[in-house]
């Protein structure tokens, strides 16, 4: 009897083996928690990176009728101060807000007299106590018209002085009204104030000044590039780390684009350069400026030309001298916002806002993005109810924590309340496997059930000849 080599079966029967075990273990569609980051350790071992927020604390505050807040700022002791303004206190006036650390209110003061009198931005004075930028209706002039007022406020909320600045154009017999925005502290100080002053014209121009401590005026300076140019936000303007000052704005007229635009200064408001960014038909409307430690600046804007949909949050770096290295959109097919945007120590940007596309119920969210200091999304998160939520200011505090100011809804309530509250990200790290890599651990597996595959086909051979 002629016997025939088993050995091409055999070949044949591993290798058929490999080709089903390598079916079973062909990369799936797998559901991920994108919060989850899965990192290597230089053993090879596996870990996931779990994060969460935690809200620590939440509080509102208001009256009757409408209230918002505009910004908000952490004193060297840990308490809080809000500036914005309410219309619960009769009329409109410039509103002030002292909170412990955490967040009972302490104090609250208003400013203002029987017309319409808001508060913007509010700093820490280097002397203690505190500084806002505010628009004021000066009512004691022929006609209303509006003021830059600078407020300087106490520790406990008690006013120490107010000063009010009106724009070159504005004179005794001509009231066109100006606009308070923000404020910056000099190293030696005084201050430094960014705004609006409108023209005789009917137009506008940004507006810097600069004041000394106790509020005289030092300087002042008008920029213009089209028909209506402003520095319109709070945290628009900065003093620079090697002298001088920035401003941000926008600046359009009605053949033109909104777009964005930087001005910087020498120390004496004279200008080095400006730079503009948007595109030749669009909308774009910036929000909020800082120097990053690492030199150049980075600008937080709201755009309708770029991005995925209705409006998204669009971040701009730049170079020392204005020139944009990157710039990166953040959000969805709905509405989406940010509002004021903050570096971290590791140099990486965090900023708040709000959401129509991420939130859970449909009438916006408080919106907290963190994105690497290439621009590269990391993490974001959103905070609210059913009822119409939003964020504008905060403050960083360090250890992944953050202090935010927004507005909130309630049910069966017509007006936006006051929002604070406290956020810290928590990160787990989950060790998978300490000593095994998941590379090892598939091809083990792999082998494994080659080999069960190979052996279970060989005793089919061998009954069948039998």
Known sequence: MTTQSSHP???????????????????VNRPVKLQDQIVSNVLGSETIEETEMLVLWNKTFGGEYY????????????????????????DLDIFLIGLSSDGTQEWNQTIGDAEEDKGFQIITCD?????????YTNITATRNNTDFMVSRIADDGTIIWNKCFVGPEQTGGNYTGDLGRSIAQCSNGDFVLGGVTITTSGKSDIWMLRITANGTKDWERVYHNWDIDRCFSPHCIV???NGGFAILGYTYNSTQSNDVWLIRTNSNGLPM?????????????????????NGGFVIIANTQSFGAGDADAWVIRTDLFGNQTWNQTYGGIELDQGFQILEMTNNELTFVGSTHNFDQEGQGDAWIVRIAENGTHLWNYTIGDAYGNSAGSFVYEGNDTFTVLGATNSIGV?????????????????????????????????????????????????KKRR
């Not at 209230?67 to 101060?81: A, M």
């Not at 350069?273 to 430690?293: F, H, K, M, V």
């Not at 810290?424 to 060790?431: A, H, K, Q, V, Y």
């Open 127 to 135: 002397s203690g106590g505190y500084a806002i930028a505010s628009t």
């Open 273 to 293: 350069w400006n730079r503009t960014y948007g595109d030749a038909t669009g909308y774009q409307r910036p929000e909020s400026l800082i120097e990053c430690s």
């Open 67 to 90: 209230d918002t807040g505009e910004s908000i700022i952490r004193s060297t002791t840990g308490k809080y101060v809000i500036s914005g303004w309410t219309n619960s206190s009769g």
């Open 9 to 27: 079966k055999l070949v044949s029967v591993f290798v058929l083996s490999l080709v089903i075990a390598s079916l079973i273990y062909l990369p």
């Open 239 to 241: 003093q620079c780390n």
């Open 414 to 462: 017509a007006f936006s309340k006051i929002w604070v509250f406290k956020l810290r990200l928590n990160t787990t790290i989950i060790t998978l496997t300490p000593s095994v890599s998941s590379e090892a651990r598939i091809n083990y597996h792999f082998f494994l059930l080659s080999g069960l595959i190979s052996i279970g086909a060989l005793i089919i051979l061998k």
